[in-house]
C-alpha cells in the first residue's frame, strides 16, 4: 500500500469508497442468494462480519510465522474453524434463520471477501488495524446485504422482518406483490442500482 | 402540412441554444423530424454519401402501419369475445370494434405516456436527440399482453423494459433484447396471476360503462392454456360459448388471448407489409416457420399425454398462441437478431425450435415464443461471432493454400 492509511480510514473506507460489494464487486453470489428476505440478510451480514474480523486477527497474529508457499491452507484453516463455530452457534439459537441461509453459511468459506482481506491485509498488519479492518468490510459487505434484502423483501413479498409493512388498502385497490423481486435476478438487477448510484455520487469511481 | 411546416419553422428558434425553450429542444426535434425529413442532412448533390428516404422513423412508421391490422382485429376480437361471455346473440360490429377500442386505449395511452416520459428526459438530460425506436415498443407492448392488464403494471413493466432494457445498454439500436418482451417477461414472472391463468384473456369490465355486463367470475381459458391442462386422450379445444374452436377459428383470430396475437390472418397481412417493404428479414421468418413446424412434427410423431401439447396438430402449433406474431414482428427486429444472413437461418430456426419445445414440455409456461425470442437474443452476438470468425478462417486457410503453392 503506497500511502498509509490511517485507523480511521482502515475502518470506514469499505463502507462506500471501498465497499467489498458495490466497488470491488466480490462476494455477489451470497448477495443473490440469502436476500430475499432481510432476516436472512442480517444474520449473514453478522456472520460474515463475525468471521472476517477474528479470522483477521488470527491470521494477523501468527503471520510471521506461516510459511509463504501453505499460506493459503493456513488462512482456509483458520475460516473454517471459524465459519464451523458459527454455524453450530446459529442452529443452537436460531434454527429457523439457519435452516433459511442452508448452505450459505458453509459457504462463507468460499466467499471471496474473506481469502482477499487475509491476503492483502492481515497478512501485513498488526492485529488491530486487521480487527478493524475485518469489521469494517464485514460492515460494508452487510450494509449493502441488508438494503438489497429490504428492497426486495419489501416490494417482493410486502412485508419486513416478517411483519406486513404495505398497507392492506393497497391490496385491496389492486396492488400486487412483485414476484420478480423474489427471483435471484432481480437481485443481480437491484445490487446493479446501488452501484449505479453510488457511481454517480462518486465520480471518481467511474471507468473511463 | 404547410401551414405545419411554417409554425414549426417559426417555432424553432425558440428552441435554438439560446432561445427560451432550449430545455425542450430534443421534443422539438423529435416531433419536427418525425413529421419531415430532417432539416440538417447533407444536400444530395454535395455529399459522398447515398441518402435514402428510408430513415429509421420512416421504418418505424411501416412497421406501425404493418401492425394496424392486428390492431384493429384485436379491438374487434376483444369485443367479440366481451359479447360471447356476456351471453349475447348479436354482435354489433361498430359497438364491438368501439368495446374493444375503449378496451385497449387506456394501455397504449399509458405505454406511451411511460415509455417516451422516460426517452424525452434520457434524450434531454444526455443531449441527445430523441430516438424513434419506442413507437413501435409502445404498442407492441399493449399487443402482447392481455387485455386487462391493469394499467400500473403496465406502467411498471414499460418502466422496467425501457430503462434495464433499452437506456442502460445505450439506448434505441444498442438494446440486446426486445424491449417489448421484456416489459412481457417482466409482467410473466412478476405478476403470474395477471398473465396466465384462466381469468385473465377476456375483458371482462365496462370501460366507460360501455357494453353489457359480464357475470363475476366469469373465466375462459385460452386454447394453449387448456391444451397444457388437459388431462384426456384427445384434445378439446373450447370458446367462451362452449363450442369446439376449430383451425379456422384459429387462423381467423376469434379466441381468447391476448390482445393482438390472435389473429394468424392479420398477422399474415403484417408479414406481407413487412416483407414487401424489406423491413423484416424473410430468412429470420422462414426459418423460425421451418423451425417450429419441422420441431411440431417431430414432437407430434411421439404424442402422448403426459405432455397433451404433443397431441396437437404441427399447423395449429404454429396459429395458436403467439408464436406467429412473434415471429413475424419480434424475432425480425433488425436490432436484437443476428446480423450476418447465416447468422439469421440459425437464428430463425432455433427460435421456432425452442419456442415449440418450451410450449410443449413445460406445462408451466403454455407460450414459448416469448421466452424464445428473449434467449435467442442473447445468443444473437455469438452467432454472428462465429459466423464472421468462421469466414475469416476459412479465406485464411485459402490464403494459406495459395501462399504454399507460390513456394
Redesign the interface.
Known amino acids: 500500500m503506497a500511502d498509509k492509511l490511517t485507523k480511521r480510514q482502515i475502518f470506514f473506507n469499505p463502507f462506500s469508497k471501498n465497499n467489498p460489494v458495490i466497488v470491488q464487486i466480490l462476494g455477489i453470489c451470497s448477495v443473490l442468494a440469502v436476500t430475499a428476505k432481510l432476516e436472512p440478510a442480517i444474520v449473514m451480514g453478522a456472520s460474515v462480519i463475525m468471521v472476517l474480523a477474528f479470522s483477521n486477527v488470527i491470521i494477523s497474529l501468527i503471520r510471521a510465522t506461516i510459511p509463504t508457499n501453505i499460506r493459503i491452507i493456513v488462512q482456509l484453516v483458520v475460516v473454517a474453524a471459524l465459519v464451523v463455530i458459527v454455524d453450530q452457534f446459529l442452529k443452537a439459537y436460531a434454527y429457523d434463520v439457519s435452516r433459511q441461509l442452508s448452505v450459505f453459511i458453509g459457504l462463507i468459506i468460499t466467499n471471496c471477501i474473506l481469502m482477499g482481506r487475509l491476503e492483502a491485509f492481515a497478512m501485513s498488519n498488526a492485529p488491530w488495524p486487521s480487527f478493524l479492518d475485518g469489521v469494517g468490510n464485514g460492515c460494508g459487505y452487510a450494509l449493502i446485504l441488508v438494503g438489497v434484502g429490504s428492497i426486495r423483501e419489501l416490494l417482493g413479498s410486502g412485508t419486513l422482518m416478517g411483519h406486513q409493512a404495505i398497507p392492506q388498502w393497497a391490496y385491496e385497490h389492486?396492488?400486487?406483490n412483485?414476484?420478480?423481486?423474489i427471483?435471484p435476478p432481480m437481485a443481480l438487477?437491484v445490487v446493479a442500482c446501488i452501484i449505479w448510484v453510488h457511481r454517480y455520487k462518486h465520480k471518481d469511481l467511474q471507468e473511463k | 402540412m404547410k401551414s405545419l411546416k411554417r409554425l414549426l419553422d417559426r417555432a424553432r428558434p425558440a428552441f435554438g441554444p439560446k432561445g427560451r425553450f432550449h430545455a425542450f429542444h430534443s421534443i422539438f426535434e423529435g416531433i419536427d423530424t418525425f413529421l419531415f425529413t430532417p432539416r440538417d442532412t447533407a444536400p444530395g448533390h454535395l455529399s459522398t454519401h447515398i441518402h435514402d428516404a428510408m430513415d429509421s422513423k420512416r421504418t418505424m412508421t411501416i412497421v406501425i402501419v404493418a401492425l394496424l391490422p392486428c390492431l384493429l382485429f384485436g379491438m374487434y376480437n376483444t369485443g367479440y369475445q366481451h359479447w360471447l361471455a356476456a351471453g349475447e346473440t348479436i354482435f354489433p360490429f361498430w359497438s364491438l370494434l368501439w368495446y374493444g377500442f375503449l378496451s385497449i386505449l387506456p394501455t397504449i395511452v399509458v405505454t406511451y405516456a411511460v415509455g417516451l416520459g422516460i426517452e424525452f428526459f434520457v434524450a434531454q438530460y444526455r443531449h441527445e436527440e430523441i430516438q424513434e425506436g419506442f413507437l413501435v415498443t409502445g404498442l407492441l407492448i399493449p399487443m402482447i399482453i392481455p387485455v386487462s392488464t391493469p394499467l400500473w403494471m403496465v406502467a411498471v413493466a414499460t418502466a422496467f423494459s425501457v430503462i434495464f432494457a433499452k437506456e442502460v445498454f445505450g439506448g434505441t439500436g444498442y438494446n440486446i433484447f426486445n424491449p417489448a418482451l421484456v416489459a412481457r417477461a417482466f409482467l410473466f414472472f412478476s405478476y403470474p396471476s395477471q398473465m396466465s391463468g384462466d381469468a385473465v384473456f377476456v375483458a371482462t369490465n365496462q370501460p366507460f360503462g360501455f357494453g353489457p355486463a359480464v357475470a363475476d367470475g366469469f373465466t375462459c381459458a385460452t386454447p394453449l392454456g387448456q391444451i397444457a391442462t388437459s388431462t384426456s386422450d384427445t384434445l378439446s379445444v373450447v370458446g367462451i360459448d362452449s363450442h369446439a374452436i376449430s383451425s379456422w377459428d384459429v387462423f381467423i383470430g376469434l379466441i381468447p388471448g391476448s390482445f393482438g396475437e390472435t389473429s394468424c390472418l392479420c398477422i399474415l397481412i403484417g408479414a406481407a407489409i413487412l416483407l414487401f417493404t424489406r423491413i423484416a428479414s424473410w430468412r429470420i421468418i422462414l426459418s423460425a416457420t421451418i423451425g417450429s413446424v419441422g420441431t411440431a412434427y417431430l414432437i407430434h410423431a411421439f404424442a402422448n399425454t403426459t405432455y397433451p401439447a404433443t397431441m396437437l396438430n404441427p399447423i395449429d402449433q404454429l396459429t395458436l398462441g403467439g408464436l406467429a406474431f412473434a415471429i413475424i414482428f419480434m424475432a425480425t427486429d433488425p436490432v436484437t437478431s443476428c446480423r450476418t444472413n447465416t447468422g439469421k437461418w440459425i437464428f430463425g430456426f432455433l427460435v421456432g425450435t425452442i419456442a415449440i419445445i418450451i410450449r410443449t414440455f413445460n406445462n408451466g409456461y403454455p407460450e414459448g415464443a416469448m421466452l424464445a425470442v428473449l434467449l435467442m437474443n442473447a445468443f444473437a452476438p455469438l452467432i454472428d461471432y462465429c459466423v464472421v470468425r468462421a469466414n475469416i478462417n476459412r479465406r485464411q486457410h485459402r490464403l494459406k493454400l495459395a501462399g504454399s503453392d507460390k513456394s
Not at chain 1, 412483485?178 to 423481486?181: C, I
Open positions: 389492486g396492488y400486487a412483485n414476484g420478480l423481486m427471483l438487477i
